[in-house]
């Protein structure tokens, strides 16, 4: 059977199967059936590293093996799949996905550091294992901008560019507090305690979704249901983890810059783009209309699009 045609039947089977209050093994196994697909699409293979601690990274690599490597970083509950639709899109470069400690199918120990130096030190160890350390281009999301910022901070003489996707961390511009907790950590409803509360979170975080049955989305829902005391803890430590000073260093290091926003942003303000530009003079501002939180999954082509003509310009230097 063709990768195409097993997609259409998992996503068939899922149709049919309708969204129960928990996913069965048949929803389960057609899920796994469709990440696949999509990842064969890009070409990309499973690894997994183990770091000094211990722990365990997971992660996505594909692309153009010889070409010139680019770590893209998820954003908070999320994991390496965030990236994989605009993977494709992105099949000139060497790209490594992962999966953060405590995201997706790496390590998830209760009491680590979670906060943006850490992630980008286990980050660079990645890379060094690879070793592709001294010569990398970094992207994130939400959360994972902010890991990427810190990574440039650490690292600045390795990278080589930023792709920052509505960028957590740069606080000043202040954020929702019904999207991170008014009530405290726990109320904030990035904090998933049911399926409804993801699907109530999969409208929220984009202007227009994909469709994807709510069979699958609900299959996604239970590893976040599982680890939402975990995730608090995490949400906790990086709403208090301003990377702004950290920032000043890419803006001293003249490290080339693409920001990108969607315009209809519900989790992190659009005007905090303004900030990142005053505190990165370098960097090119490109807002999105009629997008939210994740421009690489709502406008795959156009994102991909936009970011290859930044490299391009890289080039011209």
């Known amino acids: 059977m063709t990768l195409k045609r097993l997609s259409l039947v998992a996503l068939f089977s899922l149709s049919v199967v309708g969204c129960t209050t928990a996913p069965n093994t048949l929803t389960v196994n057609a899920t796994q059936k469709l990440i696949q697909f999509e990842r064969n699409k890009a070409n990309l293979e499973k690894k997994v590293l183990t770091l000094a601690s211990g722990d365990t990274l997971t992660y996505l690599e594909g692309g153009n093996i010889n070409g010139e490597p680019l770590l893209l970083i998820h954003g908070f509950g999320a994991n390496k799949d965030n990236f994989t639709r605009i993977a494709k899109e ?32 286990r980050l660079h160890e990645l890379l060094q294992a690879k070793g592709m350390a001294s010569n990398i281009h970094v992207g994130g999301n939400s959360m994972g901008g902010a890991i990427s910022v810190a990574y440039a901070a650490m690292y600045p003489d390795s990278v080589k560019s930023l792709w920052l996707l509505d960028s957590a961390g740069f606080w000043s511009a202040g954020f929702a507090q019904d999207r991170f907790g008014d009530g405290g950590i726990t109320s904030s409803p990035l904090l998933i305690e049911t399926k409804e509360d993801y699907f109530a979170l999969y409208d929220l975080v984009m202007y227009k979704p994909p469709y994807i049955p709510k069979t699958v989305q609900a299959v996604f829902a239970q590893t976040n249901i599982a680890n939402r005391e975990l995730h608090g803890n995490i949400l906790e430590q990086i709403t208090a983890d301003n990377v702004e000073a950290r920032a000043k ?56 699009y936009d970011y290859k003509d930044f490299r391009a310009t890289l080039m011209d230097k």
């Open 90 to 121: 992105l099949s000139d470069y060497h790209l490594i996905l992962p999966d953060l400690l405590g995201f997706g199918e790496s390590g998830k120990p209760p009491q680590a550091d979670y906060r943006a130096d850490a992630q980008a030190q």
């Open 249 to 304: 260093v890419i803006a001293q290091h003249n490290i080339p810059t693409l920001i990108v926003w969607g315009a209809e942003d519900k989790i992190i303000k659009p005007e905090t783009a303004v900030i990142m530009k005053q505190i990165i003079p370098q960097a090119q501002v490109m807002m999105m209309p009629e997008v939210g939180h994740v421009p690489m999954v709502e406008a795959v082509k156009k994102t991909a």
